[in-house]
């Protein structure tokens, strides 16, 4: 099971960004997939996730109606789409995924870096 982030950058507030997660050695159709930032210094939070059928979606209030998580089963990619950004924003960001009543599943992967600033 191996996750990969990409899509962070250095982006100016109010901007946007989408990252991408691509996910390997499972089935992606079965699980749910979470997304996860670690702001520096600080522990790792829960930004947001969406459920197996794409239907169901759950965020934390801070990025409520800003980022939006969609996936794509056949290319084996969970997207996140941050809009409005904000400087407590910065942070690494992880996805990872986690079967329906049960934990997480696999290694924490490398994150990428999203950082808010002017």
């Known amino acids: 099971v191996q996750f990969v982030e990409s899509g962070g950058a250095l982006v100016q507030p109010g901007g946007s960004l989408r990252l991408s997660c691509a996910a390997s050695g499972f089935t992606l159709d079965y699980y749910d997939m979470n997304w996860y930032r670690q702001p520096p210094g600080k522990e790792r939070e829960s930004v947001g996730r969406?459920?197996?059928?794409?239907?169901?979606?759950n965020y934390a209030d801070s990025v409520m109606a800003r980022f939006t998580s969609r996936r794509d089963n056949t290319k084996k990619l969970v997207y996140l789409q941050m809009n409005n950004l904000k400087p407590e924003g910065t942070a690494v960001y992880y996805c990872?995924?986690?079967?329906?009543?049960?934990?997480?599943?696999?290694?924490w992967g490398q994150g990428t870096q999203v950082t808010v600033s002017w």
């Open positions: 990872r995924a986690r079967y329906p009543g049960a934990g997480d599943v696999g290694s």
């Open positions: 969406i459920d197996t059928t794409c239907r169901r979606t």
